[in-house]
């Protein structure tokens, strides 16, 4: 073969490497566009019904003690309970946003293998190594 056709095949085999990892984070693009979409919808359903069973909660809390001496403590109570588990929920939130997964991270997994594979190493043993000292950096396995 000569030099020219070896260009050529390298440059046709770049080519479908790119095409290739493109269409995973595409994919991986669609994928985490429709979990945010079903997330917001279903928290915003959810937090809607939550609201009226709340509201409907305190109108009958404050109609039962209506005619005691106890009314304004029974919904101060209210407050407080409701307070509680909002900066309860947002504390949840937060830490729930901590946790999530990195989204594309097979497409950088991908990429960081075909880098490697560039640089003359074996795609597994320097993915081994990079989740290794990415792990050692993260505190991530060490008890």
């Not at 830490?95 to 075909?114: C, E, I, N, Q, Y």
Request: hydrophobic letters at 55%; proline letters at 1%; one cysteine or more.
């Amino acid at each position: 073969m000569s030099v020219k056709q070896n260009l050529g095949s390298v440059a046709g085999d770049f080519a479908s490497l790119v095409k290739t990892r493109l269409e995973l984070l595409s994919l991986e693009l669609t994928e985490e566009k429709d979990r945010l979409l079903s997330v917001l919808l279903f928290g915003a359903i959810g937090l809607l019904f939550l609201h009226l069973a709340l509201m409907v909660i305190a109108v009958l809390v404050g109609l039962f003690f209506w005619e005691t001496e106890y009314r304004y403590l029974a919904l101060a109570i209210l407050v407080l309970i409701y307070v509680l588990v909002g900066v309860g929920c947002l504390f949840l939130m937060k830490k729930h946003l901590g946790l999530a997964a990195s989204p594309f991270s097979a497409t950088v997994d991908a990429l960081r293998d075909d880098a490697a594979a560039l640089r003359g190493r074996h795609p597994s043993t320097a993915a081994a190594s990079a989740r290794a000292s990415a792990s050692s950096d993260t505190g991530v396995g060490n008890d």
